[in-house]
């Protein structure tokens, strides 16, 4: 098997993970598409959810942090 192609996917409305999506080739050479997903509690909210117009009040229990946007782009979208 191969990864093909990972994707750093959209933010939803309202989430608790940042989610990639993960193409595996498989040795037949078939394609199948995984979504892997990151949670956890982050300290700050990230640039991606700043941009959206995130809000102090919101609080982070629903957003994207800087940590699961780091973890992301540094150890998974190529």
Not at 31 to 39: A, G, L, R
């Amino acid at each position: 098997m191969k990864i093909t192609k990972v994707e750093l996917a959209g933010l939803p409305c309202k989430h608790y993970s940042t989610d990639l999506y993960a193409t595996v080739k498989s040795d037949e050479g078939e394609e199948y598409v995984f979504t892997v997903s990151i949670s956890g509690y982050g300290l700050k909210p990230s640039r991606r959810e700043l941009e959206r117009g995130w809000e102090p009040d919101w609080g982070m229990e629903h957003v994207e942090s800087e940590e699961h946007l780091f973890l992301a782009t540094n150890c998974f979208v190529r």
